[in-house]
């Protein structure tokens, strides 16, 4: 029989949101090799989800495992400038290589690169494979972006068949739930609701829960949970964004959300949506004058 699942806590706060709490389950001992590799991805990718990407740079040398030097490419990628630009010139070279281009996690962060750079097809030619639950995760998340509902659903019951209870499966139900809608709505509500209740509410849960609201009409209630949500993280764009939308269901202003949005995240989808629709606005004046 195997033993416990030593990493559990860990994985399972990173894969909820809870970043800091993740870090804070990473003092393990007695891990295996591949355990060990396992335990440095997660922290590290959770310190990257704080916005600590330096640290990661710091930190990771040349003689780590390809995993985690692939963890240490997304973190140079989301910092910006010159680092993006070898970070995408450096995972060409990787996936050119054919002794390590078959990785798990390079090809989780090559699917997480791409799908940043909104090139959804280069994406899925290196995830499509599969075989782990958070390339499952990372597939229906992209196909959702690009509104094939369908081929989503087929990865959800690809990660159903390996683990239906896994937190990352119920996840991904919920996100294949909101985009179907209908009924399916308070089904996501009710995944959202359980894992809040079960482990712990995060950021992530409360604006999942939030859009589910929002989605069946009860505005009110979802502000509710995007101000608690806000409390936990001041800066989280996703929170400001559900917040302002909120908001104008509301009838409430929505001008200090959006300021904070332009610091916290300036090429949100949200604000270049607004930007287009001023611009098409004040088009739209100039031809009537």
């Known amino acids: 029989m195997s033993g416990p699942d030593v990493l559990f806590p860990l994985r399972n706060n990173f894969y909820l949101g809870?970043?800091?709490?993740?870090?804070?389950?990473?003092?393990?001992?007695?891990?295996?090799?591949?355990?060990?590799?396992?335990?440095?991805?997660?922290?590290?990718?959770?310190?990257?989800?704080?916005?600590?990407?330096?640290?990661?740079?710091?930190?990771?040398?040349?003689?780590?495992?390809?995993?985690v030097?692939?963890?240490?490419?997304?973190?140079?990628?989301?910092?910006?400038g010159e680092k993006k630009d070898q970070a995408l010139a450096n995972l060409a070279e990787w996936l050119a290589d054919?002794?390590?281009?078959?990785?798990?996690?390079?090809?989780?962060?090559t699917g997480v690169?791409?799908?940043?750079?909104?090139?959804?097809?280069?994406?899925?030619?290196?995830?499509?494979?599969?075989?782990?639950?958070?390339?499952?995760?990372?597939?229906?998340?992209?196909?959702?972006?690009?509104y094939r509902t369908d081929h989503a659903e087929k990865q959800l019951k690809i990660m159903q068949q390996i683990d239906e209870d896994?937190?990352?499966?119920?996840?991904?139900?919920?996100?294949?739930?909101?985009?179907?809608?209908?009924a399916k709505v308070q089904e996501a509500y009710y995944i959202f609701q359980e894992l809040g209740e079960k482990y712990t509410w995060t950021v992530l849960l409360l604006?999942?829960?939030?859009?589910?609201?929002?989605?069946?009409?009860?505005?009110?209630?979802?502000?509710?949970?995007?101000?608690?949500?806000?409390?936990?993280?001041s800066k989280d764009a996703n929170t400001l964004a559900n917040l302002i939308v909120c908001s104008l269901h509301l009838g409430k202003p929505t001008a200090r959300h959006m300021s904070q949005l332009k610091i916290s995240q300036p090429d949100h989808v949200l604000l270049e949506r607004a930007a287009n629709d001023e611009d098409a606005f004040e088009r739209a004046l100039q031809t009537v004058a």
């Open 18 to 67: 809870a970043f800091q709490a993740a870090i804070n389950e990473s003092n393990v001992r007695n891990l295996s090799e591949a355990e060990a590799i396992e335990r440095d991805c997660l922290v590290y990718r959770s310190y990257i989800a704080l916005g600590q990407c330096q640290l990661v740079i710091d930190e990771v040398n040349d003689s780590v495992p390809t995993a």
């Open 69 to 80: 030097q692939a963890v240490k490419l997304l973190a140079l990628y989301l910092s910006g």
């Open 98 to 109: 054919p002794a390590i281009a078959s990785n798990p996690t390079l090809l989780l962060v």
């Open 113 to 146: 690169i791409y799908a940043h750079e909104q090139n959804y097809n280069e994406a899925l030619k290196h995830t499509h494979v599969g075989g782990t639950l958070d390339l499952g995760a990372l597939n229906v998340q992209i196909y959702l972006k690009m």
């Open 166 to 182: 896994h937190t990352l499966t119920q996840l991904a139900n919920a996100w294949v739930n909101l985009a179907v809608g209908g």
């Open 207 to 233: 604006n999942g829960s939030a859009v589910c609201q929002m989605h069946m009409g009860h505005f009110e209630e979802a502000e509710g949970r995007l101000l608690e949500a806000l409390n936990k993280d």
